[in-house]
C-alpha cells in the first residue's frame, strides 16, 4: 500500500498477486473459446477497464505465441460513466472515444472492471446494438453481489465480491485509487476525504 493510501483502506480484498493468476485463467477460457473465430475486437470500457483490459491483453499475447489457431485482435475503447462517490448517479453516460462502426460484423469482447448493479453494462450492450456486431461476449473482472442489481451476469468473471465498495487496479472513487495495486475496501476516512463535495 502506498503512503498516501495508507489511512484511507480498510483492507486489501484482492492482493495483485492474485490478480494476475486470476486475469491469466480468464484469458485462457477466453482463447479457447474465441479459438475459431478469424477476428476479435476488444472493447475496453474506460476508465476503470484499462488495467484489467492491459494486464489481459498482455497474457493473452503471450497465449498466442504457444497456441496453433491464434487469433488477432484489434482493439477500441468507449468511455462510460456513472458513479459519484460510491452511488451510481443512473444516468450511465456513454461517451464515445473511438468510431464504433469497426465492431460490424465482428467478434466482440467487452472488458469491465466491475459490474456491481449492472446498469453500466446493459445500457452498453444495449447502445451496440446498432452497430451489429456478430457476437458479443462480456468479461468483468469483478461482480459484486449488490442487492439492487439487475441480475445481468458476464460470460467470463473474475472474482464475485461481497457487497462494499472497492478501489484499486484502475477502480476509482472520485477518480482517486487508481493508481494502487491490490483491490482493496476503501474506509469510512478514505470516503470523507475524498468525498466529491469535499472536492
Ligand atoms: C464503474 C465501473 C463500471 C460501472 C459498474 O464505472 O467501472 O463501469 O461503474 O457499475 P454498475 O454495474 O452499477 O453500473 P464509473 O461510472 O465509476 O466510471 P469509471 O470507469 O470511469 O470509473
Ligand atoms: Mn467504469
Ligand atoms: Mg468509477
Redesign the pocket.
Known amino acids: 500500500i502506498p503512503k498516501h493510501y495508507e489511512d484511507d483502506l480498510e483492507d486489501i480484498m484482492i492482493p495483485s498477486g492474485l490478480i494476475d493468476d486470476r486475469v491469466e485463467r480468464l484469458a485462457r477460457n477466453i482463447c479457447q473459446d474465441f479459438g475459431h473465430a478469424d477476428h476479435l475486437v476488444a472493447l475496453c470500457?474506460?476508465?476503470?477497464?484499462y488495467k484489467f483490459f492491459a494486464d489481459l491483453l498482455d497474457k493473452i499475447k503471450q497465449l498466442n505465441r504457444n497456441i496453433e489457431h491464434s487469433v488477432p485482435i484489434s482493439i477500441d475503447f468507449i468511455?462510460?460513466?456513472?458513479?459519484v462517490d460510491d452511488q451510481?448517479s443512473d444516468e450511465?453516460q456513454i461517451l464515445g472515444v473511438d468510431n464504433l462502426d469497426n465492431i460490424t460484423g465482428k467478434n466482440v469482447l467487452i472488458v469491465?472492471?466491475?459490474?456491481?448493479?449492472?446498469?453500466?453494462?446493459e445500457?452498453l450492450l444495449k447502445h451496440l446494438e446498432q452497430y451489429k456486431p456478430k457476437r458479443v461476449r462480456v468479461t468483468s473482472l469483478l461482480v459484486?453481489r449488490?442487492k439492487g442489481?439487475?441480475g445481468?451476469r458476464p460470460d467470463y468473471i473474475g472474482f464475485e465480491i461481497p457487497c462494499r465498495f472497492v478501489v484499486g487496479y484502475?477502480?476509482?472513487y472520485n477518480?482517486h485509487f487508481?493508481d494502487l495495486g491490490h483491490i482493496c475496501v476503501i474506509n469510512e476516512k478514505g470516503k470523507k476525504k475524498y468525498a466529491a463535495e469535499a472536492m
Not at 468511455?79 to 458513479?83: E, G, I
Request: aromatic residues 6%.
Open positions: 470500457v474506460l476508465k476503470g477497464g468511455r462510460v460513466k456513472s458513479y451510481t450511465v469491465e472492471d466491475i459490474v456491481d448493479t449492472g446498469k453500466t453494462m445500457r459484486k449488490t442489481s439487475t445481468y484502475a477502480l476509482d477518480e487508481r
